[in-house]
């Protein structure tokens, strides 16, 4: 590749910095400028400002931060920039800005598309024991993971793996599956297929009423659904009136750690020490 490409790099997450590092480090690449998400205030008055994962990495590298979401009119008209990559940015491109791209805009997203598109495909995989799962490399268009397939990879799943393990894989597996494709690409040797609309199966944005444990269920047993929701929000319960996260759970219904409102988390047999007459049957 004679000149190197020149990117603008969108996203927000933790799960979008593996990529960010592998096209900051990729000796065919340029990342120009990072577009993501306004610092967000924490803390009890929220009178603190954090900045996003990627945003700390683009100023660890020294990269120019732009902050318009959702993006309207963004300084690099002209063709002075070659390809736009997203991962997890949190909000919609318009469509003229995807066309400013001469490359277009690629999305990585954690699902074999079209099979979870939407904010929560992790947690579906592991919510429906699903024997596998992958990542999608596709380019993007005007609607939600739409757009007509560059890459795919797939990866086994044993079954105890959290939605904070299994981010993190896939994170690194859409970074390396990047890398390894982009020279093709960018060649122009990839045809992109459109995806399979009668396959379509969409994901919606959690909420923290979606982690509590409905101990009869047998569409969403408790010990996937405490896996899915760990880190977030926590699969939760109500014991003796009071809230009980469980963070994990062995394969028989006996729960691991535990955390009672207003507590620490804890093993459960330390949990036990202090709550002796303890048992999931009096949870609801």
């Not at 400013?100 to 992790?122: E, T, V």
């Amino acid at each position: 590749m004679k000149d190197k490409v020149k990117i603008i790099f969108f996203g927000t997450p933790e799960f979008a910095v593996p990529t960010l590092k592998a096209l900051i480090n990729a000796p065919f690449c340029e990342v120009q400028k990072v577009v993501t998400q306004k610092d967000k205030p924490v803390g009890r008055h929220h009178s603190k400002l954090v900045p996003c994962a990627v945003k700390r990495v683009a100023q660890e590298e020294g990269l120019p931060v732009i902050h318009e979401t959702p993006p309207q009119s963004l300084p690099w008209q002209g063709g002075r920039y070659d390809l736009g990559m997203l991962v997890a940015y949190g909000e919609i491109i318009p469509k003229k800005i995807i066309d400013s791209f001469p490359l277009g805009i690629l999305n990585l997203h954690p699902s074999l598309l079209p099979k979870y598109r939407g904010s929560s495909p992790i947690q579906a995989a592991i919510l429906n024991q699903d024997k596998e799962t992958g990542v999608t490399i596709m380019k993007l268009d005007d609607k939600m993971d739409h757009g007509p397939i560059i890459a795919q990879e797939t990866i086994n799943l044993n079954q105890t793996e959290t939605a904070g393990d299994l981010q993190n894989k896939l994170a690194q597996t859409g970074a390396d599956l990047l890398i390894k494709i982009l020279p093709d690409y960018i060649a122009g040797k990839i045809t992109p297929r459109a995806q399979n609309e009668t396959k379509a199966i969409s994901t919606k944005k959690l909420a923290k009423q979606d982690a509590k444990i409905d101990w009869n269920s047998t569409a969403h047993p408790p010990e996937p659904l405490i896996r899915a929701m760990n880190p977030w929000p926590g699969a939760w319960t109500t014991w003796r009136h009071k809230k009980l996260i469980i963070w994990s759970m062995d394969i028989d219904g006996t729960p691991k750690e535990l955390q009672l409102e207003g507590k620490k988390k804890m093993p459960y047999s330390e949990f036990l020490k202090g709550h002796p007459g303890f048992s999931t049957h009096d949870c609801v």
